[in-house]
């Protein structure tokens, strides 16, 4: 075992003694160490409750034959830390997440893992983490958290709280009206119950094999969670007690064709534009050459075939689990057959072909067919041109169908906090493409989320006739026609960085096209006299960040060599 480097032979004494204090018996020497990485938080809501599963966790490893060890992890809470400078902080903190669980892990020479993430960048930072360690892993998240409901029954969650700030700013909702969704929005504990990026990460977990069925729709807090809960931790202990235990490393599940797999049922649920940021950086962990143009190829293929919050604000996770869950999505998707390799294994021992192979739709209203798909293509889209010379992403499933193609006039802001203030004084109307540059990972740094100006824009009415373009990046929560991503971004000089108010802006969709329509004789001029925005830093910890930041094409990892 790889914990013997700590625990065997007589010069681990020293060592054995340190963890006979933690409680340790002569017999646990014998047995594999599993490492318990936990993200239990109190101030997210997804998270609150997550030591009452460390516990049971480390109950069921103990009973099943292992040796638990709990260690916890950061959380930054995206939807609390949105509209103001604790957003910086939000992406930077997967990095932290991933060092400390390498730290602790090696550190301590631990045989296996068990990772309970639940929320935003802590799932794809435990996930990057753990392929660093490469050792037996099992994912088991929080779970989503049930939708809400207004007083007369409609269903609610959090946009709806975010859109509900620009309908009130208008002056059509009363503070009665948004106390109500205030108060009702995110009614219990889990993850947002929308296909927001917690719930799309934690989905694609299912995709690729490194979580038990249902991680992603489950709802969290409920005995059916808990039973998960549980058969996931004596799992991680029964493949750390079979012969020959490495082959089931993290690294021969999370390979590139779990990678695949991911891209394709986010493309089949529409997930969040994040799950681009998040699997690219993913494939670099996974040492798999994974290119931002093979995205393109996987979604002409793929039909869109459930729409969820925020896409369609009548479904949520749990509707999703009650039509069949993610195996049924998967089972659905397959029938077109050579989309899903069916092959790759899965840590609960069958492959992804036996684990989908009984799965059926139970209602065709939340997850369609793929001959009454919503798409005959993928929910999302990674356009190119001159203004995104290495791609920018866009969730297809949330625009309307007037604006997949569109041409607007262009509306320039330095950063989110002047594209907020300028949206809520009306400098943007019909017609325009907001560009909110400088706010990119090594713009920003730390490549805010914009859910407060795409939540003003709908919430203004503007939904269906305003565009935003942006070198930062969209909450799953954000619908409409936004793009992010944009790279290069501003702060490395990308085009994005010399529009200027009244530029003509053109993107297609469908054509996966996102242009400029400036001569380059302009542009030249433009670039001659450019002097760069700077966002003020004072933190030390975003000051390195900026420093060793990729742009978002490259998947926003830092730089290991300078």
């Known amino acids: 075992m790889r914990s013997d480097i700590i625990k065997k032979g007589f010069d681990k004494a020293p060592h ?6 933690t409680g340790l018996k002569d017999e646990d020497f014998d047995k594999p160490f599993i490492g318990i990485a936990n993200s239990y938080i109190d101030i997210i809501p997804g998270h609150f409750f997550l030591h009452e599963y460390g516990e049971i966790v480390k109950e069921a490893i103990r009973e099943a034959g292992g040796v638990p060890f709990v260690f916890n992890t950061i959380g930054v809470d995206d939807g609390i830390a949105m509209g103001h400078e604790g957003m910086l902080y939000s992406l930077p903190s997967r990095e932290i997440i991933a060092d400390s669980m390498e730290t602790v892990m090696n550190a301590h ?26 050792v037996l892993t099992v994912f088991v998240s929080g779970g989503p958290m049930a939708a809400g409901h207004k007083k007369d029954g409609t269903p609610i969650d959090l946009s709806t709280a975010f859109e509900a700030v620009g309908v009130h700013a208008e002056g059509k909702m ?8 205030e108060c009702n929005a995110c009614p219990s504990g889990g993850s947002c119950s929308g296909m927001f990026t917690a719930n799309s990460m934690n989905t694609l977990c299912e995709a690729m094999g490194i979580a038990l069925p249902g991680n992603g729709t489950v709802l969290a807090m409920t005995p059916e969670r808990i039973a998960m809960v549980k058969k996931a931790a004596k799992r991680i202990v029964e493949m750390a007690i079979e012969d020959n235990p490495a082959k089931n490393n993290l690294r021969n599940v999370l390979n590139e064709k779990a990678i695949h797999n991911a891209f394709v049922v986010d493309m089949a649920m529409g997930g969040s534009s994040n799950t681009v940021l998040h699997m690219l950086a993913i494939a670099k962990e996974a040492e798999v050459d994974f290119s931002i143009e ?4 996987i979604a002409d293929h793929v039909a869109h075939i459930a729409k969820i919050s925020p896409s369609l604000t009548t479904v949520h996770m ?7 869950g993610v195996n049924a999505v998967m089972r659905e998707v397959s029938r077109r057959g050579g989309l899903l390799y069916l092959d790759n294994p899965t840590v609960t021992g069958e492959t992804i072909g036996e684990r989908i192979k009984d799965a059926v ?9 793929n001959e009454n798909a919503y798409s005959q293509v993928g929910g999302l889209s990674i356009l190119f041109g001159n203004l995104a010379l290495e791609g920018a992403v866009v969730k297809t499933a949330g625009i309307e169908p007037n604006m997949r193609q569109f041409k607007g006039t262009a509306v320039c802001f330095d950063s989110q906090p002047k594209a907020i203030a300028g949206i809520m004084g009306h400098k943007v109307k019909a017609g325009d493409v907001v560009v909110i540059r400088y706010e990119g990972p090594k713009g920003g740094p730390g490549m805010q989320e914009m859910l407060a100006p795409t939540a003003l824009i709908q919430g203004m009415g503007l939904g269906d006739s305003v565009a935003l373009i942006t070198d ?11 793009i992010g991503h944009v790279s290069p971004e501003a702060a490395e000089g990308g085009l994005i960085a010399f ?3 009244g530029d003509e802006i053109e993107l297609d969709t469908d054509a996966h096209v996102l242009q400029l329509n400036v001569s380059e004789e302009i542009l030249n001029e433009r670039k001659a006299k450019w002097k760069p925005y700077k966002n003020e830093v004072k933190s030390k910890w975003l000051k390195r960040y900026q420093l060793l930041v990729s742009n978002a094409s490259n998947g926003a990892v830092l730089k290991t060599e300078l």
Request: proline share 3%; hydrophobic share 40%; charged share 30%.
């Open 16 to 21: 054995r003694s340190l963890l006979r204090a």
């Open 294 to 297: 093979k995205i393109n190829e």
């Open 109 to 134: 020479a631990l045989d296996a893992m068990i990772c309970i993430p639940n929320c935003d960048k802590i799932v794809p930072g435990m996930i990057m983490g753990a392929l660093r360690i490469n």
């Open 318 to 324: 749990e509707d999703v689990d009650k039509a069949g």
């Open 472 to 482: 930062g990046r969209f909450s799953g929560a954000t619908k409409g026609a936004s």
């Open 361 to 369: 739709i139970l209602n065709e209203e939340v997850i369609h067919t």
């Open 499 to 501: 529009i200027e108010d």
């Open 174 to 181: 009363s503070d009665e009206e948004l106390y109500d969704i």
